[in-house]
């Protein structure tokens, strides 16, 4: 039973998807039906619900106009090889530390970038071709307002307020289906002169055929970044729908097996003739609230879309395109995720910045360039902000703390801490610092209780900053040295430097041995 009503919530959601995407609405379909049997079989959620989503729109609409439907096949193709991959390398981990501002950024410029291709179709707009670009669209629009068709614009808002307030009546038939099955019947019954699938699409193949794509292999590599933007917003939307069923049903999905799972949809249904397809946060909880616990839902929700395209599929062609306009102006307004966006304005200055230009790029560019730059731009502020840590506890870097709970401190010995990872951003800065700190002392115990991680960079300046002390006279001692960290000091040779028997677990076991073994070598120096 849950299948089906998830069925039927999907019918209209698959339609619209696709033809918002600048496909014919048999593809929509044909990817709920391949791509969702093909997760919920292969699946690691046991609820999760596969199709087309709204995140795909503006990805797959400016692949369709750049390379064509075989980009567009050979682009998912790709994509399931690229998930499948990350599945089997068990990096399904990895794609949950994508940073909240970065996901809220592209998700509200996808809201607003799905918003913006409907004007067109939900005002009733006479232009024959819409252009790609966000400015040059609202631009036609605006030049074309004339033209508006009041039936059409009248239309989308009973479709808007339909979608809304149907929930205040019943909750289990959803108000896309009831918008479009009441105002398809009402717009045939009275002939109202609004534009329909039939007259933009033509007649819905009630069939599937093998579609395969004319390959250029000299040409493949043009396919590849649409491929990894379509693997990463597949991904990522998967395994946060999967993470929101856990919730529901105090389960646990396995991330790596729903990776592979999307990677087998994806490179299965475009030779079905269909389009993108990752899990589907919304028809997911639709399954859970209605009492699917099992991947059964799932596989019964496929088989409902295959029997409803096969034998009702033909009445499907007289739905007014200003209704899907109506449903996906909803699905962009829930996707918008305003709330949060506001709320990160009240937050870091960086988590704002990742999000302005996230969201920016993706309205203004391609979602594609807003990913890659809002991965990198992440990376980057928060190398940043991990830096203007570490400089703040080195320029507060001697140890009053220490002092106070060791007061009979030998001259001649002398502490720095190191706190926080010391990694490229800030092992320069702490070089210079133990070098001016050590350099007059006798012995110098560097604390490394708070370093969580050293990587190359921050080993080669450690490394150095070893060798010129050792050449000075300066004995090193180590204190809180994790495993991790000492396992690595092992494999890059550190201990040629400086003595391992200098490296202690807990600091008070370092200042013993630095006063009771090491100070009788120079304390008369200092005295």
Same mark, same amino acid.
């Given at each position: 039973?849950?299948?089906?009503?998830?069925?039927?919530?999907?019918? *209209?959601?698959?339609? !619209?998807?696709?033809?918002?995407?600048?496909?014919?609405?048999?593809?929509?379909?044909?990817?709920?039906?391949?791509?969702?049997?093909?997760?919920?079989?292969?699946?690691?959620?046991?609820?999760?619900?596969?199709?087309?989503?709204?995140?795909?729109? @503006?990805?797959?609409?400016?692949?369709?106009?750049?390379?064509?439907?075989?980009?567009?096949?050979?682009?998912?193709?790709?994509?399931?090889?690229?998930?499948?991959?990350?599945?089997?390398?068990?990096?399904?981990?990895?794609?949950?530390?994508?940073?909240?501002?970065?996901?809220?950024?592209?998700?509200?410029?996808?809201?607003?970038?799905?918003?913006?291709?409907?004007?067109?179709? +939900?005002?009733?707009?006479? %232009?024959?071709?819409?252009?790609?670009?966000?400015?040059?669209?609202?631009?036609? &629009?605006?030049?074309?307002?004339?033209? $508006?068709?009041?039936?059409?614009?009248?239309?989308?808002?009973?479709?808007?307020? @339909?979608?809304?307030?149907?929930?205040?009546?019943?909750?289990?038939?959803?108000?896309?289906?009831?918008?479009?099955?009441?105002?398809?019947?009402?717009?045939?019954?009275?002939?109202?002169?609004?534009?329909?699938?039939?007259?933009?699409?033509?007649?819905?193949?009630?069939?599937?055929?093998?579609?395969?794509?004319? @390959?250029?292999?000299?040409?493949?590599?043009? &396919?590849?970044?649409? +491929? =990894?933007?379509?693997?990463?917003?597949?991904?990522?939307?998967?395994?946060?729908? !999967?993470?929101?069923?856990?919730?529901?049903?105090?389960?646990?999905?396995?991330?790596?097996?729903?990776?592979?799972?999307?990677?087998?949809?994806?490179?299965?249904?475009?030779?079905?003739?269909?389009? *993108?397809?990752?899990? +589907?946060?919304?028809?997911?909880?639709?399954?859970?609230?209605?009492?699917?616990?099992?991947?059964?839902?799932?596989?019964?929700?496929?088989?409902?879309?295959?029997? $409803?395209?096969?034998?009702?599929?033909?009445?499907?062609?007289?739905?007014?395109?200003?209704?899907?306009?109506?449903?996906?102006?909803?699905?962009?307004?829930?996707?918008?995720?305003?709330?949060?966006?506001?709320?990160?304005?009240?937050?870091?200055?960086?988590?704002?910045?990742?999000?302005?230009?996230?969201?920016?790029?993706?309205?203004? =560019?391609?979602?594609?360039?807003?990913?890659?730059?809002?991965?990198?731009?992440?990376?980057?502020?928060?190398?940043?902000?991990?830096?203007?840590?570490?400089?703040?506890?080195?320029?507060?870097?001697?140890?009053?703390?220490?002092?106070?709970?060791?007061?009979?401190?030998?001259?001649?010995?002398?502490?720095?801490? $190191?706190?926080?990872?010391?990694?490229?951003?800030?092992?320069?800065?702490?070089?210079?610092?133990?070098?001016?700190?050590?350099?007059?002392?006798?012995?110098?115990?560097?604390?490394?209780?708070?370093?969580?991680?050293?990587?190359?960079?921050?080993?080669?300046?450690?490394?150095?900053?070893?060798?010129?002390?050792?050449?000075?006279?300066?004995? %090193?001692?180590?204190?809180?040295?994790?495993?991790?960290?000492?396992?690595?000091?092992?494999?890059?040779?550190?201990?040629?430097?400086?003595?391992?028997?200098?490296?202690?677990?807990?600091?008070?076991?370092?200042?013993?041995?630095?006063?009771?073994?090491?100070?009788?070598?120079?304390?008369?120096?200092?005295?």
């Amino acid at each position: 039973m849950a299948g089906i009503v998830v069925g039927i919530v999907a019918l *209209p959601l698959a339609i !619209a998807f696709a033809v918002a995407s600048g496909v014919s609405p048999e593809k929509g379909l044909i990817t709920a039906v391949v791509a969702g049997f093909l997760i919920s079989f292969f699946g690691g959620s046991r609820v999760q619900i596969g199709g087309p989503t709204g995140a795909f729109i @503006i990805i797959i609409y400016g692949i369709v106009e750049k390379y064509g439907v075989d980009g567009l096949i050979i682009s998912t193709v790709l994509a399931g090889i690229i998930l499948i991959l990350f599945g089997l390398l068990k990096l399904g981990i990895l794609l949950k530390y994508f940073p909240q501002p970065l996901i809220i950024g592209f998700t509200s410029g996808i809201a607003l970038v799905i918003f913006s291709t409907q004007i067109k179709d +939900a005002f009733g707009l006479n %232009i024959q071709k819409v252009p790609s670009e966000f400015i040059l669209k609202w631009t036609a &629009y605006a030049s074309n307002i004339q033209t $508006i068709n009041i039936y059409a614009f009248l239309i989308t808002i009973v479709t808007i307020l @339909i979608v809304i307030f149907s929930k205040k009546i019943t909750e289990k038939v959803p108000g896309s289906f009831i918008a479009i099955i009441l105002l398809t019947f009402v717009v045939k019954f009275f002939d109202i002169p609004v534009t329909t699938i039939e007259s933009f699409f033509g007649e819905i193949p009630n069939s599937f055929s093998i579609e395969i794509p004319k @390959i250029d292999i000299s040409n493949l590599s043009v &396919y590849f970044a649409p +491929a =990894v933007t379509i693997a990463i917003l597949g991904g990522i939307e998967s395994l946060l729908s !999967a993470v929101v069923s856990d919730g529901m049903i105090s389960g646990n999905h396995r991330s790596n097996t729903e990776l592979i799972a999307q990677g087998i949809a994806n490179i299965i249904t475009p030779f079905f003739g269909g389009i *993108p397809a990752t899990g +589907a946060i919304a028809r997911t909880a639709t399954n859970v609230k209605s009492g699917g616990r099992t991947p059964i839902a799932g596989i019964v929700h496929a088989i409902t879309l295959l029997l $409803i395209m096969l034998f009702l599929g033909k009445w499907a062609k007289l739905i007014p395109m200003s209704v899907l306009a109506g449903i996906l102006i909803v699905v962009a307004y829930n996707m918008s995720e305003w709330r949060s966006f506001i709320s990160i304005f009240k937050g870091s200055f960086f988590d704002i910045i990742v999000l302005v230009t996230t969201s920016f790029l993706t309205v203004m =560019v391609d979602l594609t360039v807003a990913i890659e730059v809002g991965v990198v731009l992440s990376a980057l502020l928060f190398m940043k902000r991990m830096s203007d840590i570490g400089e703040e506890k080195i320029t507060t870097r001697i140890d009053s703390d220490i002092i106070e709970d060791y007061s009979e401190i030998p001259k001649g010995i002398s502490i720095f801490e $190191i706190s926080g990872p010391l990694f490229f951003a800030s092992a320069k800065k702490y070089s210079e610092m133990i070098k001016e700190v050590g350099i007059d002392s006798c012995i110098l115990i560097i604390r490394m209780r708070h370093v969580p991680f050293i990587d190359s960079t921050g080993l080669n300046n450690l490394k150095s900053t070893i060798r010129i002390l050792k050449q000075s006279g300066v004995t %090193i001692v180590l204190s809180g040295v994790n495993n991790i960290i000492l396992n690595d000091f092992e494999k890059t040779g550190l201990f040629s430097l400086m003595n391992k028997a200098n490296i202690f677990d807990s600091f008070d076991k370092a200042l013993d041995f630095s006063k009771f073994k090491l100070i009788n070598d120079c304390i008369k120096s200092f005295q």
